[in-house]
């Protein structure tokens, strides 16, 4: 079985600095508030979140996905990640309270989505676009924030032995594992 460490360990560097690139932008954005914030969130997808999409496909040798695939990704996250955020993004429009708050979404979406972004481009070269809300449901129970005024940077060992896991198998295997993983998480998480 090939050694796939390499690729996530890439992946896991090129996420982090996008976070940091994030972070920064957000941060001056919190600064005036609203609507600077909202024209920052909209700025950065081309600027950040489709630039770090693309080397994370080139990582894994694999061609850029269409843009009516990239939309469809994009809706799928929506309803995950904005169900952590909302309260941050909502305090990061107050003006210079919101630094602090737009620097911790900030961090959490690149995050969220660097991770989505590296599962579906390890599985393989297409991207089954009907399980993306499921990765994310996944990726927010693996990588869990519990308190919105700190952030915390995913574990680099979990975030490998996720990614090996998901690399070069079958749509179908995949689909299984994350179905898998999620009913494991759900069960652990009731069991609480």
């Known amino acids: 079985m090939e050694d796939y460490t390499e690729f996530a360990q890439n992946a896991y560097r090129l996420i982090q600095k996008k976070a940091e690139d994030n972070t920064v932008a957000q941060s001056l954005s919190g600064i005036f508030g609203w609507p600077w914030t909202i024209g920052t969130d909209i700025a950065v997808i081309p600027i ?15 061609n850029e996905v269409d843009s009516e695939v990239a939309g469809s990704i994009i809706r799928g996250t929506l309803s995950e990640i904005f169900v952590d955020i909302a309260l941050d993004k909502f305090l990061g429009n107050i003006p210079l309270i919101g630094i602090y708050f737009n620097a911790i979404c900030a961090k959490m979406m690149t995050w969220r989505l660097g991770i989505l972004f590296t599962m579906l481009s390890a599985r393989g070269e297409e991207v089954d676009v009907s399980q993306v809300r499921d990765c994310m449901m996944l990726i927010r129970l693996v990588f869990p924030q519990h308190d919105m005024f700190k952030f915390i940077t995913p574990n680099k060992a979990h975030f490998i032995k996720l990614i090996n896991g ?22 652990n998480h009731n069991n609480d």
């Open 166 to 187: 998901m690399t070069d198998i079958p749509q179908e295997d995949f689909n299984q594992k994350v179905d898998q993983m999620l009913d494991m998480m759900n069960n």
């Open 48 to 62: 950040i979140y489709v630039p770090l999409w693309e080397r994370i496909r080139e990582l894994y040798a694999r």
